[in-house]
């Protein structure tokens, strides 16, 4: 069973992307707090981190970040309802982040969203 950790301040996006995807045999944990998240991280637990971008207090790159200093191996793909680009997000993350595979742009259905983890998990 594929573990994944989301993090999001709309917990309506939580609630939803959770039910969806537990449904589908996923183990999934979520946090509307991405500070309360940081401090509860179970490093090499996780496959998948699903997190938002744009959070007040600590944003989605700084709550990277701060994961990236206790597990260097689980994976990350970020959400976001706001247009991004690629160069904004390659002066925060390591090149292999900066794929349009880590970046998943709001609404998303659940069949798209299982299909974008499995491209990650493969």
């Known amino acids: ?7 999001d301040d709309d917990i309506d996006i939580t609630l939803l992307i959770k039910e ?9 944990e ?8 940081l401090q509860e991280f179970k490093p090499d637990f996780y496959d998948l981190m699903l997190v938002d971008i744009r959070m007040p ?3 989605g790159f700084e709550f990277y970040q701060g994961v990236r200093k206790n597990d260097i ?18 002066k925060i993350l390591p090149p292999e982040l900066v794929t349009r595979q880590n970046i998943i742009h709001k609404p998303i259905g659940i069949k798209e969203l299982i299909n974008k ?3 990650i998990l493969r």
């Open 1 to 7: 069973m594929k573990k994944i950790l989301v993090v």
């Open 20 to 28: 969806g995807l537990v449904r589908k045999g996923f183990h999934i």
């Open 30 to 37: 979520s946090y509307n707090d991405p500070q309360v998240a």
């Open 57 to 59: 207090k600590v944003n």
């Open 73 to 90: 191996k689980v994976k990350v793909c970020f959400i976001t309802a706001f247009a991004i680009s690629y160069e904004e997000i390659s």
């Open 117 to 119: 983890i499995n491209e």
